[in-house]
């Protein structure tokens, strides 16, 4: 794994700007240890997850009028399987390329990247994952493709292919790469929504990490901004777990053994400290710094272990994508993150 710098500020994705430079450019003033990609949701529908994530996959098509991404209505689901087998025994990835129009944001980081002495070590990217994606995307008869097995291995290959190809291209910059694979739709797991079952679940998972780890050395992690099964996540082949801290940190306490199993490994834990809803507005960077700091105490008080081994394995993100917050609430929950990875890394210097 990267080395990563501890309590180093980064981003979960979406973010409500329109203009790729100028976005860059904040993201580069407020998170310099661990930039990462913006998706700039508001500039239509292929720069959304599902779309974005889609993009490349020879089985898949995208309709951005109708706002869908389906299995290719023009091929049988042999062929369509058939077709996409032989994009991936090429061995290629440029097939698995983010095309500009779709991933404006991440382009535009690496060029901004390109053309400054940076000194960051990595570069952070994001996809959605295998389980979201292929509970989202649905079958020409409106079923979601994740109860097609079959398919679903097909997608977590092709999924580990993107991350894969993002990672390259940080690496061609001289950057280490680290990749989220974003999970949302793990919030339902256990429920009527995700009907599943833990081992399916969890070969999914290893199924696009392992792919993602094909193609040179990345450092993953997977994001989940709800409530779920921690352990599950915890004990995937993973580096780092993004998780909501400011609304499911008592959640993640009671997975005692996973979280102590998952840091003695080696784990980072990626803290959601600054909330992406309404209650942004009712916090300030003293009442969310109190707030981290009392729950990173008591997690050293659950694993047995000193203050400064947690910080050292935590890195600080919003709690969600910050997509559907206002331009000056972004701002300044960017600016609120910033002066906390400030604040925490004097905190791991004074211990």
Not at 97 to 108: P, V
């Amino acid at each position: 794994m990267t080395t990563l710098v501890p309590l180093a500020a980064t981003g979960v994705g979406s973010v409500p700007f329109t203009d790729p430079q100028e976005t860059v450019a904040l993201i580069l003033e407020c998170m310099p240890q661990l930039p990462y990609w913006p998706q700039m949701v508001h500039l239509g529908y292929r720069e959304e997850m599902t779309p974005q994530a889609a993009g490349g996959l020879s089985l898949l098509q995208v309709d951005p009028v109708a706002r869908l991404v389906q299995m290719s209505p023009e091929l049988t689901r042999e062929q369509a399987l058939a077709q996409f087998y032989e994009t991936v025994l090429a061995g290629d990835l440029a097939p698995f390329a983010l095309a500009e129009e779709e991933a404006r944001g991440f382009y535009a980081l690496l060029a901004a990247v390109a053309a400054r002495q940076m000194p960051c070590a990595a570069l952070k990217g994001q996809l959605s994952g295998p389980v979201t994606f292929a509970g989202v995307v649905k079958d020409p008869e409106g079923k979601p493709l994740l109860y097609d097995r079959e398919v679903t291995q097909a997608l977590c290959l092709g999924l580990g292919r993107k991350a894969g190809w993002q990672a390259q291209k940080f690496r061609a910059l001289g950057k280490a790469a680290v990749i989220f694979f974003d999970e949302p739709y793990l919030t339902g797991f256990g429920s009527a929504y995700l009907p599943l079952s833990r081992q399916e679940v969890a070969e999914i998972l290893s199924q696009a990490l392992e792919a993602a780890r094909e193609f040179g050395p990345v450092t993953l992690g997977i994001h989940c901004c709800g409530n779920t099964d921690w352990s599950l996540l915890l004990e995937a082949p993973m580096d780092i777990l993004s998780f909501d801290s400011y609304g499911y940190f008592e959640s993640l306490r009671l997975y005692e053994k996973a979280v102590g199993s998952f840091l003695a490994r080696g784990g980072w834990l990626a803290w959601g400290l600054v909330p992406t809803g309404n209650e942004l507005e009712g916090e300030t960077a003293d009442s969310l710094w109190a707030r981290f700091q009392g729950q990173v105490q008591q997690l050293a008080r659950d694993q047995k272990l000193e203050v400064k081994q947690v910080l050292s394995q935590a890195l600080l993100t919003p709690a969600c994508g910050m997509g559907y917050l206002s331009l000056e609430a972004a701002r300044r929950g960017l600016a609120i993150l910033s002066e906390l990875s400030a604040r925490g890394r004097q905190w791991l210097e004074s211990q």
